[in-house]
């Protein structure tokens, strides 16, 4: 394990200072972190959309990152032959995560319980989600669920 957070340090240190922030602003100033979710879930939604299709043998160094052994298994076997359809399925998630919380009500509860959901899959890949990353993400998505107005992203809190 060391020798991956050696080998990974940089996206590591970069994906936990961005979780911390966005923690932060998620208790501090929601509507930032709201905003900077978005962008993020919009962002992965358009890089695995794009990776699945036209490099998806990338999502198989996965299974040498994850130290949960039926994670492992499942990224060996039904994954790998399954790749793309898996991943845009994942992408399509992220997506609606995004258009979810630029919404308001129920729209934004749901991204915020589909982002734990998220969270909560894919931090068994231990470092190549950037762990602790997950978490933080899982408590992130809490704040902006306790503490948002949960309004239309665009509108001024009142």
Known sequence: MFELLQEYWIP?????????????????????????????????CWINLRTSSISPGDYMGYAELTPIGFYKDFITGWFRENITIMVTLIAIGQGVIALGLLGKGWMVKLACIGAIIFFLCITPLGIGAGFPAPLIGIATAYFILKKDNLNWLWRRSS
Do not use: G, Q
Request: hydrophobic share 75%; glycine share 0%.
């Open 12 to 44: 590591w240190t970069v994906s936990n200072t961005i979780a911390i922030i966005l923690l932060i602003l998620a208790i501090k100033k929601t509507r930032w972190a709201r905003w900077i979710f978005f962008i993020l879930f919009a962002w992965a």
